[in-house]
Protein backbone atom coordinates (compact mmCIF):
# COMPACT_ATOMS: atom_id res chain seq x y z
CA UNK A 1 0.00 0.00 0.00
CA UNK A 2 1.11 3.82 -0.45
CA UNK A 3 0.98 6.82 1.45
CA UNK A 4 -1.37 10.09 0.72
CA UNK A 5 -1.33 13.25 1.30
CA UNK A 6 -2.36 12.53 5.03
CA UNK A 7 1.22 10.89 5.89
CA UNK A 8 3.12 13.65 4.55
CA UNK A 9 0.90 16.48 6.29
CA UNK A 10 4.32 17.52 8.93
CA UNK A 11 6.04 20.44 8.93
CA UNK A 12 9.16 18.92 8.05
CA UNK A 13 7.42 17.66 4.56
CA UNK A 14 6.17 21.26 3.69
CA UNK A 15 9.34 22.64 4.59
CA UNK A 16 11.10 19.65 2.08
CA UNK A 17 8.45 20.68 -0.11
CA UNK A 18 8.77 24.49 -0.41
CA UNK A 19 12.47 23.88 -0.72
CA UNK A 20 12.11 21.79 -3.91
CA UNK A 21 9.41 24.19 -5.09
CA UNK A 22 11.54 27.48 -4.77
CA UNK A 23 14.28 25.24 -6.14
CA UNK A 24 12.34 24.23 -9.76
CA UNK A 25 10.83 27.73 -9.53
CA UNK A 26 14.39 29.47 -9.16
CA UNK A 27 16.55 27.49 -12.05
CA UNK A 28 13.25 28.45 -14.24
CA UNK A 29 13.73 31.91 -13.71
CA UNK A 30 17.99 31.38 -14.47
CA UNK A 31 17.80 31.86 -18.40
CA UNK A 32 15.69 35.10 -17.84
CA UNK A 33 18.39 36.41 -15.64
CA UNK A 34 20.61 35.58 -18.46
CA UNK A 35 18.99 36.69 -21.09
CA UNK A 36 18.51 40.27 -19.47
CA UNK A 37 22.50 39.96 -18.51
CA UNK A 38 22.58 39.57 -22.33
CA UNK A 39 20.67 42.38 -23.26
CA UNK A 40 23.29 44.20 -21.85
CA UNK A 41 26.23 43.20 -24.17
CA UNK A 42 23.73 44.83 -26.82
CA UNK A 43 23.77 48.55 -25.41
CA UNK A 44 23.07 50.59 -23.24
CA UNK A 45 19.61 52.01 -24.93
CA UNK A 46 18.12 48.26 -24.97
CA UNK A 47 19.28 47.30 -21.14
CA UNK A 48 17.66 50.51 -20.12
CA UNK A 49 14.63 49.63 -22.11
CA UNK A 50 14.45 46.63 -20.20
CA UNK A 51 15.00 47.59 -16.83
CA UNK A 52 12.68 50.28 -17.46
CA UNK A 53 9.91 48.06 -18.32
CA UNK A 54 10.57 45.69 -14.99
CA UNK A 55 9.51 49.13 -13.35
CA UNK A 56 5.86 48.16 -13.75
CA UNK A 57 3.85 47.08 -10.44
CA UNK A 58 2.75 43.61 -11.93
CA UNK A 59 6.43 42.46 -12.47
CA UNK A 60 7.74 44.96 -9.02
CA UNK A 61 5.60 42.44 -7.35
CA UNK A 62 7.12 39.32 -9.29
CA UNK A 63 10.46 41.01 -8.26
CA UNK A 64 9.83 40.56 -4.49
CA UNK A 65 8.23 37.44 -4.85
CA UNK A 66 11.91 35.98 -6.24
CA UNK A 67 13.48 37.41 -3.17
CA UNK A 68 11.85 35.52 -1.25
CA UNK A 69 11.88 32.64 -2.95
CA UNK A 70 15.89 32.87 -3.00
CA UNK A 71 15.33 33.33 0.99
CA UNK A 72 13.48 30.45 1.20
CA UNK A 73 15.55 28.71 -0.80
CA UNK A 74 18.64 29.83 0.60
CA UNK A 75 17.67 29.40 4.41
CA UNK A 76 15.97 25.84 3.47
CA UNK A 77 19.88 24.68 2.11
CA UNK A 78 20.84 25.93 5.52
CA UNK A 79 18.97 24.17 7.67
CA UNK A 80 19.52 20.96 5.93
CA UNK A 81 23.27 22.01 6.07
CA UNK A 82 23.09 22.05 9.99
CA UNK A 83 21.08 19.07 9.74
CA UNK A 84 23.44 17.01 8.25
CA UNK A 85 26.31 18.02 9.56
CA UNK A 86 25.90 19.32 13.24
CA UNK A 87 24.83 16.09 15.79
CA UNK A 88 21.83 17.31 16.67
CA UNK A 89 18.90 15.85 18.51
CA UNK A 90 15.15 17.20 18.80
CA UNK A 91 15.87 20.69 18.10
CA UNK A 92 15.28 20.15 13.91
CA UNK A 93 11.40 21.90 14.76
CA UNK A 94 12.87 25.39 15.98
CA UNK A 95 15.48 25.21 12.90
CA UNK A 96 12.49 25.13 10.94
CA UNK A 97 10.89 27.69 12.27
CA UNK A 98 14.10 29.76 12.19
CA UNK A 99 14.82 29.27 8.09
CA UNK A 100 11.24 29.84 7.64
CA UNK A 101 11.16 33.19 9.44
CA UNK A 102 14.59 34.44 8.55
CA UNK A 103 13.65 33.56 4.46
CA UNK A 104 10.40 35.88 5.32
CA UNK A 105 12.27 38.78 7.34
CA UNK A 106 14.79 39.26 4.41
CA UNK A 107 11.89 39.20 1.56
CA UNK A 108 9.60 41.88 3.86
CA UNK A 109 13.07 43.99 4.47
CA UNK A 110 13.22 44.13 0.75
CA UNK A 111 9.69 44.71 0.12
CA UNK A 112 10.40 47.57 2.53
CA UNK A 113 13.65 49.28 0.89
CA UNK A 114 11.56 49.34 -2.51
CA UNK B 1 -24.53 4.07 22.47
CA UNK B 2 -22.34 5.97 21.17
CA UNK B 3 -20.96 4.23 18.20
CA UNK B 4 -17.77 4.19 16.44
CA UNK B 5 -17.45 3.90 12.10
CA UNK B 6 -14.51 2.22 11.46
CA UNK B 7 -13.57 1.16 7.99
CA UNK B 8 -11.35 -1.54 8.02
CA UNK B 9 -8.54 -2.72 5.18
CA UNK B 10 -10.28 -6.52 4.66
CA UNK B 11 -8.18 -8.71 1.97
CA UNK B 12 -5.07 -8.57 0.09
CA UNK B 13 -3.64 -5.38 -1.59
CA UNK B 14 -6.62 -5.99 -4.30
CA UNK B 15 -8.54 -5.73 -1.20
CA UNK B 16 -11.22 -2.72 0.01
CA UNK B 17 -12.64 -0.56 2.61
CA UNK B 18 -15.61 -2.72 4.88
CA UNK B 19 -17.09 -0.37 7.86
CA UNK B 20 -17.91 -2.02 11.28
CA UNK B 21 -19.73 -0.18 13.76
CA UNK B 22 -17.82 -0.09 17.04
CA UNK B 23 -19.40 0.81 20.32
CA UNK B 24 -17.10 4.17 21.84
CA UNK B 25 -15.44 3.55 25.41
CA UNK B 26 -13.98 5.32 27.26
CA UNK B 27 -9.73 5.35 27.40
CA UNK B 28 -10.38 3.36 24.01
CA UNK B 29 -7.40 2.19 22.34
CA UNK B 30 -7.60 1.81 18.50
CA UNK B 31 -6.16 -1.84 19.39
CA UNK B 32 -9.09 -2.33 21.15
CA UNK B 33 -11.20 -1.54 18.30
CA UNK B 34 -9.84 -3.67 15.95
CA UNK B 35 -9.96 -6.77 18.58
CA UNK B 36 -13.76 -5.74 19.38
CA UNK B 37 -14.29 -6.36 15.89
CA UNK B 38 -12.63 -9.19 15.51
CA UNK B 39 -14.12 -11.04 18.95
CA UNK B 40 -17.31 -9.66 18.43
CA UNK B 41 -18.40 -9.11 14.47
CA UNK B 42 -16.11 -10.77 12.36
CA UNK B 43 -13.78 -13.60 13.27
CA UNK B 44 -11.52 -13.75 9.98
CA UNK B 45 -10.09 -10.55 10.53
CA UNK B 46 -6.16 -10.95 10.56
CA UNK B 47 -4.19 -8.45 12.83
CA UNK B 48 -0.94 -8.58 14.91
CA UNK B 49 -0.27 -7.29 18.37
CA UNK B 50 1.53 -9.17 21.44
CA UNK B 51 2.37 -7.15 24.19
CA UNK B 52 -0.65 -4.34 24.42
CA UNK B 53 1.82 -1.86 25.96
CA UNK B 54 4.16 -0.54 23.83
CA UNK B 55 6.85 -3.03 23.47
CA UNK B 56 6.90 -6.03 21.05
CA UNK B 57 6.22 -3.53 18.22
CA UNK B 58 3.73 -5.93 16.44
CA UNK B 59 0.76 -3.81 16.51
CA UNK B 60 1.86 -1.04 13.81
CA UNK B 61 -0.97 0.01 11.38
CA UNK B 62 -2.30 2.97 9.58
CA UNK B 63 -4.92 4.89 11.04
CA UNK B 64 -6.63 7.60 9.04
CA UNK B 65 -3.68 7.77 6.77
CA UNK B 66 -0.90 7.87 9.33
CA UNK B 67 1.38 4.89 10.58
CA UNK B 68 1.22 4.26 14.72
CA UNK B 69 1.47 1.53 17.47
CA UNK B 70 -2.11 1.21 17.79
CA UNK B 71 -1.61 -0.47 21.25
CA UNK B 72 -0.94 3.22 22.57
CA UNK B 73 -3.01 5.44 20.07
CA UNK B 74 -6.57 6.46 22.18
CA UNK B 75 -9.03 6.63 19.49
CA UNK B 76 -9.65 10.02 21.15
CA UNK B 77 -6.50 11.28 19.61
CA UNK B 78 -7.10 9.84 16.10
CA UNK B 79 -10.90 9.91 15.71
CA UNK B 80 -12.29 12.48 13.11
CA UNK B 81 -16.05 13.09 14.06
CA UNK B 82 -16.73 9.41 14.82
CA UNK B 83 -15.09 8.13 11.85
CA UNK B 84 -11.41 5.87 12.06
CA UNK B 85 -9.97 4.50 9.08
CA UNK B 86 -7.58 1.61 9.76
CA UNK B 87 -5.09 0.20 6.87
CA UNK B 88 -1.81 -2.17 6.87
CA UNK B 89 1.73 0.30 7.28
CA UNK B 90 2.10 0.96 4.10
CA UNK B 91 5.52 0.41 1.98
CA UNK B 92 5.52 -3.56 2.82
CA UNK B 93 3.35 -6.10 1.04
CA UNK B 94 -0.04 -7.04 2.63
CA UNK B 95 -1.02 -10.26 3.36
CA UNK B 96 -4.03 -10.24 4.46
CA UNK B 97 -6.67 -7.33 5.93
CA UNK B 98 -4.25 -5.53 8.86
CA UNK B 99 -1.05 -8.23 8.19
CA UNK B 100 1.81 -6.92 6.46
CA UNK B 101 4.42 -9.32 5.02
CA UNK B 102 7.60 -7.55 7.38
CA UNK B 103 10.47 -9.95 5.92
CA UNK B 104 11.55 -7.15 3.57
CA UNK B 105 12.09 -5.32 6.79
CA UNK B 106 14.01 -6.79 9.02
CA UNK B 107 16.04 -8.64 6.19
CA UNK B 108 17.32 -4.84 5.32
CA UNK B 109 18.40 -4.87 9.18
CA UNK B 110 20.59 -7.95 8.55
CA UNK B 111 22.26 -6.32 5.48
CA UNK B 112 22.81 -2.97 7.55
CA UNK B 113 24.80 -5.00 9.61
CA UNK B 114 22.83 -4.52 12.34
CA UNK B 115 24.19 -7.28 14.67
CA UNK B 116 26.80 -6.73 17.05
CA UNK B 117 30.31 -8.45 16.25
CA UNK B 118 33.05 -8.55 19.51
CA UNK B 119 35.93 -6.91 18.39
CA UNK B 120 37.77 -7.41 21.09
CA UNK B 121 38.18 -11.44 21.18
CA UNK B 122 36.50 -11.86 24.57
CA UNK B 123 34.37 -14.84 25.53
CA UNK B 124 31.49 -15.21 28.23
CA UNK B 125 34.15 -15.91 30.70
CA UNK B 126 35.61 -12.46 30.45
CA UNK B 127 34.52 -9.41 32.84
CA UNK B 128 31.94 -6.97 31.45
CA UNK B 129 33.43 -4.29 28.90
CA UNK B 130 32.95 -0.52 30.90
CA UNK B 131 31.82 1.88 28.87
CA UNK B 132 31.49 5.69 30.27
CA UNK B 133 28.01 6.32 30.58
CA UNK B 134 28.80 9.88 29.34
CA UNK B 135 31.22 8.94 26.44
CA UNK B 136 29.90 10.54 23.26
CA UNK B 137 29.60 7.23 21.93
CA UNK B 138 27.30 6.07 24.42
CA UNK B 139 25.05 8.95 24.19
CA UNK B 140 24.60 9.00 20.86
CA UNK B 141 23.85 4.60 20.85
CA UNK B 142 21.10 5.74 23.55
CA UNK B 143 19.34 7.89 21.35
CA UNK B 144 18.35 4.93 19.16
CA UNK B 145 18.69 2.18 21.01
CA UNK B 146 15.06 1.86 22.28
CA UNK B 147 13.84 1.16 19.01
CA UNK B 148 11.01 -1.81 19.26
CA UNK B 149 11.16 -2.08 15.35
CA UNK B 150 7.81 -1.90 14.66
CA UNK B 151 8.46 -0.50 11.16
CA UNK B 152 6.28 2.99 11.93
CA UNK B 153 9.37 5.13 10.75
CA UNK B 154 9.89 2.70 7.56
CA UNK B 155 6.06 3.46 6.48
CA UNK B 156 6.43 6.49 6.82
CA UNK B 157 9.42 7.03 4.47
CA UNK B 158 8.90 8.49 0.64
CA UNK B 159 12.37 7.32 -0.13
CA UNK B 160 11.32 3.75 0.75
CA UNK B 161 8.44 3.88 -1.52
CA UNK B 162 10.98 5.40 -4.52
CA UNK B 163 13.09 3.14 -4.04
CA UNK B 164 12.44 -0.72 -2.57
CA UNK B 165 16.46 -1.27 -2.07
CA UNK B 166 16.84 1.59 0.07
CA UNK B 167 17.80 0.13 3.80
CA UNK B 168 15.20 2.80 5.05
CA UNK B 169 15.29 4.15 8.83
CA UNK B 170 15.25 1.26 11.16
CA UNK B 171 18.01 -0.78 9.44
CA UNK B 172 20.25 2.74 9.35
CA UNK B 173 19.46 3.74 12.75
CA UNK B 174 20.36 0.24 14.09
CA UNK B 175 23.56 0.53 12.24
CA UNK B 176 24.09 3.44 13.87
CA UNK B 177 23.75 2.05 16.79
CA UNK B 178 26.17 -0.49 16.70
CA UNK B 179 28.98 2.03 14.74
CA UNK B 180 29.16 3.78 18.16
CA UNK B 181 29.73 0.68 20.46
CA UNK B 182 33.16 0.69 21.10
CA UNK B 183 33.26 -3.08 21.63
CA UNK B 184 31.78 -3.76 18.33
CA UNK B 185 34.52 -4.94 15.70
CA UNK B 186 32.72 -4.65 12.38
CA UNK B 187 32.73 -0.92 11.80
CA UNK B 188 34.40 -0.78 8.62
CA UNK B 189 32.13 -3.55 6.73
CA UNK B 190 29.09 -2.29 8.39
CA UNK B 191 30.01 1.33 6.96
CA UNK B 192 30.63 -0.17 3.67
CA UNK B 193 27.17 -1.85 3.83
CA UNK B 194 25.20 1.17 4.65
CA UNK B 195 27.17 3.91 2.21
CA UNK B 196 25.99 4.44 -1.32
CA UNK B 197 22.41 4.42 -3.42
CA UNK B 198 20.34 2.29 -1.15
CA UNK B 199 21.95 3.30 2.10
CA UNK B 200 22.57 6.31 4.16
CA UNK B 201 23.25 8.74 1.05
CA UNK B 202 19.64 7.84 -0.34
CA UNK B 203 17.74 9.46 2.83
CA UNK B 204 16.10 13.10 1.09
CA UNK B 205 16.18 14.49 5.47
CA UNK B 206 12.17 14.43 5.21
CA UNK B 207 12.51 13.58 8.84
CA UNK B 208 8.95 11.72 8.55
CA UNK B 209 10.59 9.02 10.52
CA UNK B 210 11.53 11.46 13.02
CA UNK B 211 8.08 12.54 12.82
CA UNK B 212 6.40 9.30 13.24
CA UNK B 213 8.33 7.13 15.43
CA UNK B 214 6.27 6.28 18.46
CA UNK B 215 9.63 5.82 20.75
CA UNK B 216 10.47 9.70 20.05
CA UNK B 217 13.73 8.45 18.09
CA UNK B 218 15.05 10.32 15.53
CA UNK B 219 16.39 7.95 12.57
CA UNK B 220 17.54 11.51 10.74
CA UNK B 221 19.86 12.41 12.96
CA UNK B 222 21.27 8.68 13.19
CA UNK B 223 21.42 8.68 9.35
CA UNK B 224 22.97 11.99 9.56
CA UNK B 225 25.65 10.21 11.85
CA UNK B 226 26.36 7.37 9.52
CA UNK B 227 26.81 9.76 6.45
CA UNK B 228 29.35 11.59 8.33
CA UNK B 229 31.00 8.74 9.70
CA UNK B 230 30.82 7.26 6.05
CA UNK B 231 32.67 10.13 4.78
CA UNK B 232 35.26 10.41 7.39
CA UNK B 233 36.25 6.77 6.91
CA UNK B 234 36.27 7.50 3.33
CA UNK B 235 39.11 10.58 3.58
CA UNK B 236 41.03 8.30 5.26
CA UNK B 237 41.23 5.77 2.89
CA UNK B 238 39.38 2.91 5.11
CA UNK B 239 36.32 2.33 3.15
S1 LIG C 1 14.63 11.37 7.06
FE1 LIG C 1 15.44 9.88 5.58
S2 LIG C 1 14.90 7.88 6.43
FE2 LIG C 1 13.66 9.40 7.53
S3 LIG C 1 11.73 9.44 6.40
FE3 LIG C 1 13.05 11.00 5.52
S4 LIG C 1 14.09 10.06 3.79
FE4 LIG C 1 13.24 8.42 5.09
S1 LIG D 1 12.88 3.70 14.83
FE1 LIG D 1 10.93 4.09 15.86
S2 LIG D 1 9.40 3.90 14.25
FE2 LIG D 1 11.26 2.96 13.46
S3 LIG D 1 11.04 0.78 13.93
FE3 LIG D 1 12.17 1.71 15.62
S4 LIG D 1 10.62 2.27 17.13
FE4 LIG D 1 9.55 1.88 15.22
S1 LIG E 1 1.12 -4.63 20.83
FE1 LIG E 1 3.24 -4.53 21.36
S2 LIG E 1 3.74 -2.49 20.75
FE2 LIG E 1 1.60 -2.54 20.41
Same mark, same amino acid.
Given at each position: MNNDYRARNHPAWWAFLMHRLSGLALSLFLPFHFWALGNALQGEARMDALLKWTEQPLLKFAEIMLVLLLAAHLTGGLRLLALEFLPWRGWQKSLLAWAAGAAFAVGLAFALAL | MNMLQVSVWRGGASGGYRIYEVPRQESQSVLDVVTYIQRHIDPTLSYRFACRVGMCGACAMTVNGVARWTCRTHVSKVVKGNAIQIAPLANLPVIKDLVTDMRGFFDKWARARGQFVS??? +? +? $????FARVASDSPERVAANAG???????VCYASCDVVSWNPDYLGPAALNRAWTLVN?? $????RRERLAAVAGDAGCHACHTHLACSERCPKDIEPTASIAGLKRAVARAALKGEL
Amino acid at each position: MNNDYRARNHPAWWAFLMHRLSGLALSLFLPFHFWALGNALQGEARMDALLKWTEQPLLKFAEIMLVLLLAAHLTGGLRLLALEFLPWRGWQKSLLAWAAGAAFAVGLAFALAL | MNMLQVSVWRGGASGGYRIYEVPRQESQSVLDVVTYIQRHIDPTLSYRFACRVGMCGACAMTVNGVARWTCRTHVSKVVKGNAIQIAPLANLPVIKDLVTDMRGFFDKWARARGQFVSGSG +T +T $RKDDFARVASDSPERVAANAGIECIGCGVCYASCDVVSWNPDYLGPAALNRAWTLVNDV $RDGARRERLAAVAGDAGCHACHTHLACSERCPKDIEPTASIAGLKRAVARAALKGEL
